[in-house]
């Protein structure tokens, strides 16, 4: 379920090959100045129902050229804005999780759950 929603939502954001998703990626790391505001984008960008969630157990999963490329535009991204922070440390430690196994373009969730707010409903 969590994988097919984020297909629909990269599809309805444009992002259909590669090249798309690192333009995509670079986009929300140049509109921030802090790690914390980067982090929670990516992290929208791959549950588009990022507003609803109360709870993410473990982390979603990514190729290993895909966790690189972000790593490495983390490091990139303390070095000019948190140079006195481990380069990349905030991904390395809150980032998605690397599966060896996934083709580039893949989001897995499999070891990764998440707790939705309960609905607030009127009523006596």
């Known amino acids: 379920m969590l994988e097919a929603k984020c297909k629909k939502y990269w599809k309805r954001l444009g992002i259909i090959s590669m090249e798309a998703l690192k333009e995509h990626i670079k986009t929300i790391f ?3 100045d802090h790690q914390e505001k980067v982090l929670i984008d990516l992290y929208k960008m791959v549950f588009p129902d990022w507003d609803q969630i109360k709870k ?5 999963e990514t190729s290993h050229y895909l966790w690189s ?3 490495i535009l ?5 070095s000019k804005n ?3 922070c481990l380069p990349g440390g905030a991904w ?6 690397v599966n060896k196994e ?3 373009l893949k989001i897995s969730f499999d070891n990764c759950s998440v707790s939705l707010e ?7």
């Open 56 to 60: 993410i157990k473990g982390h979603p």
């Open 102 to 104: 996934l083709p580039l």
């Open 30 to 32: 140049e509109k921030h």
């Open 92 to 97: 390395m430690n809150w980032g998605f999780s």
């Open 69 to 71: 490329y972000i790593c």
């Open 74 to 78: 983390f490091q990139e991204f303390d």
């Open 82 to 84: 948190h140079p006195g």
């Open 118 to 124: 309960q609905p607030v409903t009127g009523g006596t």
